[in-house]
């Protein structure tokens, strides 16, 4: 079977565009990576090389033996479709979870994003948190989310409930809230740890000044996800910019859709 038609990977180029569509991809902004287990490779192993082993920055054994399709570095997102074989590879995590190979694509010579550790140990939390049910972790440049970190106390309760205010579907969609990262150097191991500190926790984590993090099951939830999360931050500032609100939804009306809903609200935001 050709790669270039599974399923990871045109969703994959698909949500790129649509990423960039929205302008949260500028230059080479964001990076995005899909677990593949390797039953879902089986299909395509006869388009896969064996590539140089990489020793990862600490043992990984969560993810051994599993299969990564990771953006490369510098990649712009708006190239990723018409370009997938040189935007896009494919990274295999050793069976002791300690190095890995690139066993596809880069075919310019490129390597995965730089934010690749803090991919991995998202992976780790979420594979532990969804009993392996989420697959993808995407990083992205969303505007207004990142201008609300410059107006709002950055933590959880505060930004959480906000933006839950602004849309009945906040809550229903994202009820575990928003993990909140103060700005810290991007590509390091220290914002990878804390990252996946989080993501025990939540399935969105906004780093301040810079972008989020969102993981999920699949590329249309966490796209999703996102979106929702964003278009209630671009409500909030307009209301903000407005003067302020005037009236909004209650902790009670809150507490009602998630009852109606059957989601758990995350702990000390409607306490």
Known sequence: MDILKAPFLTDMTRVSEQIYAKGWGEANGGNISIR??????LPFEKSLCVGQEVTLPFAMPDLAGDYFLVTGTGVFFRNIASSPLESLGI??????????????????????????????LSHV????ASGGQDTVVLHTHTTNLIALSFVLPLDMATV?????EMMSECLVLF??????????????????HETARLMEKHHLVLWAHHGIFGAGKNMDQVFGLIETAEKAAEMLLKVMAAGGKQQAISTEQLKALAKTFNVTPQTGVLD
């Open 160 to 164: 959480t409930r906000e933006l839950w």
């Open 175 to 192: 009820p575990d809230g928003i993990g909140i990262l103060d700005w810290m150097l991007p590509g390091q191991l220290d914002i990878g």
């Open 125 to 128: 939390a979420r594979k532990k």
């Open 36 to 41: 593949i287990t390797p039953k879902e490779m």
């Open 91 to 120: 990274v295999h995590i050793n069976p002791n979870g300690e190095t890995y190979s690139v066993v596809w694509g880069y075919s310019t010579g490129g390597r995965p994003t730089s934010e690749l550790p803090s991919h991995l």
